[in-house]
C-alpha cells in the first residue's frame, strides 16, 4: 500500500492563506514542552506581525528565546478542504514608533474591515468597551515581527 502525500502549495496559494486569514498559531520554546498560543496577526506582503500583551507566559519565553514557530490553517467545516502553512524563524519586537504605530493601525483595519467583536481587544491588553482606535494611539502592547523564517512547509489536500 503506497502513502499519499498532501500536495504542497506554490508561493502564491501561500501567500494568499496568509493574506485570508488573521488568526495564527505560535509556538515558543517552553522550558520542557513548547507553548503554544493563538495569536492575531497582519501581513504586509513580505512579514507578519503580532501584538503581544505585555504578560503572561508567551513574553516570558519570547525574552528566554525569540525563535518560534507560526502556523495559520484554513479548512472547512467537515474537513474536505485544508491548507496550512507552518513556519519557523524568530520574533522580532519592532522599536521604531512609526513602525509601530503603522502596524497598531494595521490590526485596527483589520478589526474595522474584518467587523470582528470588540471582544478581542482584551487579548491585545485593552478593554472590548474600548474603541478599536485605542489599539493605534496606546501602548499597552508589544508589537512582533517574524523575521529570519528558514523553514516553511505549507501543504494543501487540493
Same mark, same amino acid.
Given at each position: 500500500?503506497?502513502?499519499?502525500?498532501?500536495?504542497?502549495?506554490?508561493?502564491?496559494? *501561500?501567500?494568499?492563506?496568509?493574506?485570508?486569514?488573521?488568526?495564527?498559531?505560535?509556538?515558543?520554546?517552553?522550558?520542557?514542552?513548547?507553548?503554544? +498560543?493563538?495569536?492575531?496577526? !497582519?501581513?504586509?506582503?513580505?512579514?507578519? *506581525? #503580532? @501584538? $503581544?500583551?505585555?504578560?503572561?507566559?508567551?513574553?516570558?519565553? #519570547? &525574552?528566554?528565546?525569540?525563535?518560534? +514557530? !507560526?502556523?495559520?490553517?484554513?479548512?472547512?467545516?467537515?474537513?474536505?478542504?485544508?491548507?496550512? !502553512?507552518?513556519?519557523?524563524?524568530?520574533?522580532?519586537?519592532?522599536?521604531? $514608533?512609526?513602525?509601530?504605530?503603522?502596524?497598531?493601525?494595521? #490590526?485596527? %483595519? @483589520?478589526? &474595522?474591515?474584518?467587523?470582528?467583536?470588540?471582544?478581542? =481587544?482584551?487579548? @491585545?491588553?485593552? $478593554?472590548?468597551?474600548?474603541?478599536?482606535?485605542?489599539? +493605534?494611539?496606546?501602548? &499597552? $502592547? @508589544? !508589537?512582533?515581527?517574524?523575521?529570519?523564517?528558514?523553514?516553511?512547509?505549507?501543504?494543501? %489536500? =487540493?
Amino acid at each position: 500500500m503506497e502513502i499519499v502525500k498532501i500536495p504542497r502549495m506554490d508561493k502564491m496559494e *501561500y501567500d494568499r492563506l496568509i493574506e485570508e486569514g488573521y488568526i495564527c498559531r505560535i509556538a515558543f520554546q517552553g522550558e520542557k514542552y513548547p507553548y503554544i +498560543a493563538p495569536f492575531m496577526y !497582519v501581513f504586509d506582503g513580505r512579514f507578519l *506581525y #503580532f @501584538l $503581544s500583551t505585555k504578560y503572561g507566559k508567551k513574553l516570558e519565553y #519570547f &525574552r528566554k528565546s525569540p525563535y518560534a +514557530a !507560526v502556523e495559520i490553517e484554513k479548512y472547512t467545516h467537515d474537513l474536505s478542504e485544508y491548507t496550512f !502553512v507552518s513556519m519557523q524563524g524568530y520574533l522580532e519586537e519592532v522599536e521604531d $514608533s512609526i513602525e509601530k504605530k503603522l502596524i497598531r493601525q494595521e #490590526f485596527v %483595519n @483589520l478589526i &474595522r474591515d474584518r467587523h470582528l467583536s470588540t471582544n478581542i =481587544l482584551a487579548a @491585545l491588553g485593552h $478593554s472590548p468597551q474600548d474603541p478599536p482606535e485605542s489599539i +493605534a494611539t496606546e501602548d &499597552r $502592547s @508589544l !508589537v512582533w515581527k517574524l523575521v529570519g523564517v528558514k523553514d516553511m512547509v505549507a501543504l494543501k %489536500n =487540493l
